[in-house]
């Protein structure tokens, strides 16, 4: 297989767009695209179009601790 400029580590389930995969983990598609330029995810481009693994997502809730409701 050829490097078509994928950038993902064999990510699981479905390939979401960048607005599914915010309202997925409910933060703003904006985020997603500043984690994608910070390569604080990772990511597939499809053509110009950025895809997310919906796995990613579960790596993503793993490693970052919920917020209480006092914000801390």
């Known amino acids: 297989m ?4 994928i ?3 064999g990510g699981t389930g479905r390939l979401l767009r ?3 995969f915010a309202a997925l ?3 703003r598609p904006a985020t997603i695209r500043r984690w994608v330029l ?4 990772n990511y597939m ?3 110009k179009s950025v895809r997310i693994f919906e796995g990613e ?3 993503l809730m793993t490693r970052v601790p919920a917020r209480c ?3 801390r």
């Open 38 to 41: 910070l390569r604080k995810i």
């Open 18 to 20: 960048v607005e599914e």
């Open 2 to 5: 050829t490097n078509l400029g």
């Open 57 to 59: 997502a579960q790596r």
């Open 25 to 27: 983990l409910n933060v």
């Open 69 to 71: 409701a006092d914000g």
């Open 45 to 47: 481009k499809v053509g």
């Open 7 to 9: 950038q993902h580590d």
